[in-house]
T-cell receptor, first 108, second 122 residues
Framework: DAKTTQPPSMDCAEGRAANLPCNHSTISGNEYVYWYRQIHSQGPQYIIHGLKNNETNEMASLIITEDRKSSTLILPHATLRDTAVYYCISHSGNMLTFGGGTRLMVKP | GAVVSQHPSWVICKSGTSVKIECRSLDFQATTMFWYRQFPKQSLMLMATSNEGSKATYEQGVEKDKFLINHASLTLSTLTVTSAHPEDSSFYIC??????????????????FGQGTRLTVV
């Protein structure tokens, strides 16, 4: 699995959009980009994934650059309950290797 | 979505005893399950890959005789921490890959995670 790099922490005001970046410059052609989040003392929760097209679901949007070397997870209207560690992972089908993630703090 | 159930959620045990943690996929079959360990304020570290009907594959630095993994069916994998010591205290998390439409895991099949087990060895 390709290595991903994310900023260690970010703050976001409640109600505003949270944009979480991820670099995956060594990603290979068949590896999907997955996003999970982990709320304190719980297992990771799936958010969204994509290969090369932008994706949207009820939780978030995923924007992948044309060269696939980076992506951005967008939480359109962050709430206090979105405070968590967000992990960007490239997935080759064998295993998921977690990097350090981004600790998102949503503030009132 | 699919559910992975992990039991127990938390356990406290005495040093030198063994603890078994169960990971079940409730509504799908999982030929492959993964065991992670997470220390406070750190990321998840993969310990081993558990394959149904075969021996687990351990990551470098993880003692296979200390962390026994059994994947006896398509819906159950167990991790036994043998002769636990205080340094084994951690948050243990399992995950399972669904088989997907092709019948095998692929990069387009998401992993489902259990809720984790907090182990405290005293």
């Amino acid at each position: 699995d390709a290595k991903t790099t994310q900023p260690p922490s970010m703050d976001c005001a409640e109600g505003r959009a949270a944009n979480l970046p991820c670099n995956h410059s060594t990603i290979s052609g068949n590896e999907y980009v997955y996003w999970y989040r982990q709320i304190h003392s719980q297992g990771p929760q799936y958010i969204i994934h994509g290969l090369k097209n932008n994706e949207t679901n009820e939780m978030a949007s995923l924007i992948i650059t044309e060269d696939r070397k980076s992506s951005t997870l967008i939480l359109p209207h962050a709430t206090l309950r979105d405070t968590a560690v967000y992990y960007c992972i490239s997935h080759s089908g064998n295993m998921l290797t977690f990097g350090g993630g981004t600790r998102l703090m949503v503030k009132p | 979505g699919a559910v992975v159930s992990q039991h127990p959620s938390w356990v406290i045990c005495k040093s030198g005893t063994s603890v078994k943690i169960e990971c079940r996929s409730l509504d799908f079959q999982a030929t492959t399950m993964f065991w992670y360990r997470q220390f406070p304020k750190q990321s998840l570290m993969l310990m081993a890959t558990s394959n149904e009907g075969s021996k687990a594959t351990y990551e470098q630095g993880v003692e296979k005789d200390k962390f026994l993994i059994n994947h006896a069916s398509l819906t159950l994998s167990t991790l036994t921490v043998t002769s636990a010591h205080p340094e084994d205290s951690s948050f243990y998390i399992c995950s399972a890959l669904s088989l997907g439409q092709t019948g095998t895991p692929s990069s387009n099949t998401e992993a489902f995670f259990g809720q984790g087990t907090r182990l405290t060895v005293v």
